[in-house]
């Protein structure tokens, strides 16, 4: 197992879902504020991206302490 490599993915990985979660949860907020009507994908996609986004983080702190 290459945990440097191991690493640099996670690390991407939590850039990207963390831009994708910015932008899911800014597009939400507008919707939510302007009184837009919030369809199922939309509300559905604020937990799916967090709970990506907080399951890399997970990796990467136990990937930090090793």
Same mark, same amino acid.
């Given at each position: 197992?290459n /945990?440097q490599?191991?690493?640099m !993915? &996670? #690390?991407?990985g939590? *850039?990207?879902? @963390?831009?994708?979660?910015? &932008?899911? =949860?800014?597009?939400?907020v *507008? !919707? +939510?504020?302007? @009184?837009? %009507?919030l369809?199922?994908? %939309? &509300?559905?996609?604020?937990? &799916?991206? $967090? @709970?990506?986004?907080?399951k890399l +983080?997970?990796?990467?702190? #136990? =990937?930090? $302490? /090793?």
């Open positions: 197992m /945990t490599k191991d690493r !993915q &996670i #690390k991407k939590l *850039y990207l879902t @963390g831009i994708a979660a910015l &932008i899911v =949860l800014a597009v939400f *507008y !919707q +939510w504020v302007r @009184g837009m %009507e369809d199922t994908g %939309e &509300i559905l996609s604020v937990p &799916i991206t $967090l @709970g990506a986004f907080l +983080w997970n990796d990467h702190r #136990k =990937l930090s $302490l /090793t």
